[in-house]
C-alpha cells in the first residue's frame, strides 16, 4: 500500500481508502471480515458518510481495540429519521446524529468532520454563515474532530470552501468524464447522456483550478465516484464508448494535483482487491491514456495530463512535475514560497531542456513540452 499526506492535515493515509456505505446491510460476521480483508490489505482509512445505525454499530465493533488504525472520515449533518438517511442542515439535529455517530463507533473523535454534500451556492452560504460551520469549529476546538473537510460535486462550490481557510480536506468526484463538464448545482447533470453528446475538449479549467488550488493551499483531497458510479467500467456504458479498469479509474484520480486517496464504496473482498491492483499495478496496467485517445468527440490535444509519457527525459527532468508546479504558479498568478521549494527540490529543472523533442514524440496529446519548459524557466528563473 502506498500512503500520502493528506494535506497539510499531516495525516498519512492509504491511497485506497474505503467508503463504508458498501457494507449496509451487512451481519456483524460479515463486516467483521470484510474489514479485516481491508485491514490486511494496508487500507487506513475509511469514509463514513452513511448515517445508518446498523452500518455504525458494526464498524464500531470492527474498531474497538485498533482505533488508533484508523483515519476516520465521518460526515456531518447526515441523519437517520424514519428508517432513512436525511442530509440536514438544522444544527440540533445534526449535533445530535454526530454525537450518536461517536458513540456508535466507540469513539471519542473523528479525525475529519465532513461537512456532507454542498453542491449549490446558496446552501454554502447557509452552512458557511451560519450555525453549521460554528458547530464544526466548536467541535474543533473541543478535539472531538481534528480537521474539518467539506464534500460537492461542484467545483464553483468547491473552491468557495477552499479559499474560505476552514476546510482542510475536500471530498470531490474526480473521473475523466466528469472532468470534461462545467459546474452545476444538480449532481445529475454529471452523467446525463444528453452532456456527452456534444463534442469535450480538455478538462473544464475550473475543475483543473480547483485541483491546483487545493495543491497549493494544502487542502487535501478524497475522491468519490472514480468508476462514475460504475459506468466508465462498461464500454456499453462508458460516454467514451470504452470500458476503463478499475486500475486506470485510480490512476487518473491519483495524478491530480491535491489527491491523496480515493474512496471505494466496495460491497465485498473482491472488489475491495480490484482497488488495491493498483498498488502493484505496472506502468501499463495503470495507463488511462490508452483508452482517452482516438476519439472524435472527446479531445486532450494539447493539454498536459500528468500521465507521465513523456518519460524518460534526454537529461532527467520530470516533466510532469515541471508542468504541474508552473501551472500551480498561474493558478495563483504568482510564485508561491511553497511550490517555489517544491520545484526547487526536483533534480532537474526547466534550464536544463536541450530541446531535444524526445518528450513529444512520447505525448500522446500532443502537448508543446518545449514551450511550457521554457515557460517554466521564465517563471521560476532557472
Partial sequence: MEYRKLGRTGLSVSTIGLGCEGFIGMSEKETFRQMDFAIAQGINFIDMYSSNPGLRTNIGKTLLGRRSQ?????????????????????????????????????????DIGMIHYVDDEKDFFHVFDGPIIRLALRLKQEGKIRHIGMSSHNPQVAMKAVESGLVDVLMFSINPCYDMQPASEDVEDLWKDENYERELHNIDPERELLYELCEQKGVGIDVMKVYGGGDLLSEANSPFGKAFTPVQCIEYALTRPGVASVMRGCRNCDEVRKAVDWCNASKEEKDYTSVMQGMDRFSWKGHCMYCGHCAPCSVGIDVASVNKYYNLTVAEGFVPETVREHYKALSHHASECIRCGKCEKNCPFGVDIRGHMQKAEDRFGY
Fill in 70 to 110: 484508523f483515519v476516520i472520515q465521518g460526515h456531518l449533518c447526515a441523519t437517520w429519521e424514519n428508517g432513512q438517511y436525511l442530509r440536514t442542515r438544522n444544527v440540533d439535529k445534526t449535533l445530535s446524529a454526530f454525537e450518536e455517530q461517536l458513540r456508535l463507533l466507540h469513539t471519542d473523535y473523528l
